[in-house]
């Protein structure tokens, strides 16, 4: 699923600005889609352009026009169509992990960093869980709610790990061992 149909899924949710959309990225989608205006504000462009979504300029006194979207009945289809793959695709991007993958070329210390940085990022999220829950999660619907706790299962597999496993990376750096 791209960021079109993704922010096409957000406006049924109500009409929303690309900044509104950029919101719910970092917040409710923030652990599992990553999307930044640089690739919302195509989208929003492509989904008007192709008349899945309608614009309505709103002025502001002293700003730019704020542009409020709305999802059109041939965005809902598109999105219907859309949400009928019975094989999306399941893909991790992960900065950590591909560092992580050479920790043994970085001084110790620098990896002991990088850990505690992760954990503290999980820390966030797991914050953020918990007033979701206390505040909204039980009007989200079923679909959010089990994405949001799919999400909480990885935060705390993810911190789990780390700690029992975070002295594994404590060794001497091989390319230091071989460059001395």
């Known amino acids: 699923m791209d960021v079109k149909t993704v922010c096409l ?3 049924t ?3 929303a600005s690309g900044y509104d959309l950029k919101k ?3 917040s409710s989608f923030a652990h599992f889609f990553a999307a930044g205006y640089g690739s919302i504000y195509p989208a929003l462009s492509w989904l008007l352009d192709n008349d ?3 614009c309505q300029e709103i002025p ?3 700003k730019p026009d704020r542009k409020v979207y709305r ?3 041939e965005g809902h289809q598109f999105l219907l169509k859309a949400l009928k793959n019975t094989e999306p695709c399941h893909k991790i991007r992960s900065e950590f992990l591909a560092t992580m993958c050479f920790a043994h070329l970085m001084p110790p210390e620098d990896v002991q960093v990088i850990l505690d940085h992760r954990l503290a990022e999980i820390a966030s999220f797991q914050c953020m869980v918990r007033e979701f829950e206390q505040e909204c999660v039980a009007e989200w619907p079923a679909g ?3 994405v949001l706790g799919m999400g909480k299962a990885i935060a705390e597999a993810m911190e789990t790990y780390i700690k029992e496993n975070r002295h ?3 060794a001497e750096p091989t390319a230091r061992k071989a460059a001395g």
Request: charged content about 15%.
């Open 144 to 146: 959010a709610q089990f």
């Open 60 to 62: 502001q006194e002293g």
């Open 168 to 170: 594994t990376l404590a």
């Open 9 to 11: 899924g957000m406006l």
């Open 71 to 73: 999802i059109s009945e």
């Open 24 to 26: 719910e990225f970092e």
């Open 52 to 54: 899945l979504v309608s």
């Open 13 to 15: 949710n109500g009409p």
